[in-house]
């Protein structure tokens, strides 16, 4: 069973670098037709979507973060990774790695637990 | 971006009764594919959110079939035929039509 574990510091300084790790275990991360995204949750904003990457490496980011946020695939690890450079409070949140495959390939929405990130010197 | 709206924002049910929640996008989440794109979350108190219905109308595997989707366009509808103890959580809808992926801002279902 696919299943994502997400990782990280639980508390980054403003202005550093964020820097988490999605686990995959029960599948491959170079598997065609997945679609590997990062969402974040505070009480302020809500469910928040950052950015996905495609099994083809294809990269989308949301535009008010795009300057800030890196997503990759680390093959070697089975790994999805989120940088997002220059935090401030505003990016304290919960924040999810997901794996989507749709219908018509093999049908799959998992979420990660959830890493809570507290931006705070 | 497409901003989601959904209502009521709380919602308690006394169970075995049905549930309704609605969800309106600021532009039609109709692709030129014919496929509509959007979807419905429950997340469960201290859990991940996870998927309940797929592009308006399409219990995900394992949904209940007291969960069903319905609208076109802009209006969409989540209903509970009837409203068990589990379905207690936050229901969102989401469209994926276009980056950004965006979110309602969550409808608290409680029981009563």
């Known amino acids: 069973q696919l299943q994502l574990q997400a990782s990280g510091p639980g508390l980054v300084k403003p202005s550093e670098t964020l820097s988490l790790s999605c686990t995959v275990s029960?599948?491959?991360?170079?598997?065609?037709?997945?679609?590997w995204g990062w969402v974040r949750q505070s009480p302020e904003k809500g469910l928040e979507w950052i950015g996905s990457?495609?099994?083809?490496?294809?990269?989308y980011y949301h535009p008010s973060l795009k300057s800030r946020v890196t997503i990759s695939l680390d093959t070697s690890k089975n790994q999805l990774s989120l940088k997002l450079r220059s935090v401030t409070a505003r990016d304290t949140a919960v924040y999810y790695c997901?794996?989507?495959?749709?219908?018509?390939?093999?049908?799959?929405?998992?979420w990660g637990q959830g890493t809570t990130v507290t931006v705070s010197s | 971006d497409i901003v989601m709206m959904q209502t009521p924002l709380s919602l308690s049910v006394t169970p075995g009764q049905p549930a309704s929640i609605s969800c309106k996008s600021t532009?039609?989440?109709?692709?030129?594919?014919?496929?509509?794109?959007l979807y419905w979350y429950l997340q469960r108190p201290g859990q991940s959110p996870q998927l309940l219905i797929y592009?308006?109308?399409n219990r995900f595997f394992g949904v209940p079939t007291r969960f069903s989707g319905s609208g076109s366009g802009t209006d969409f509808t989540l209903k509970i035929s009837r409203v068990a103890a589990d379905d207690v959580g936050v229901y969102y809808c989401?469209?994926?039509?276009?980056?950004?992926?965006?979110f309602g801002q969550g409808t608290r279902l409680e029981i009563e």
């Open positions: 997901r794996l989507i495959s749709p219908i018509e390939y093999y049908g799959i929405d998992v």
């Open positions: 029960g599948g491959s991360i170079n598997s065609n037709n997945y679609y």
């Open positions: 990457i495609y099994y083809n490496g294809n990269t």
């Open positions: 532009q039609s989440l109709l692709h030129s594919d014919g496929r509509t794109y």
């Open positions: 592009e308006v109308s």
């Open positions: 989401t469209q994926t039509l276009q980056v950004p992926v965006t």
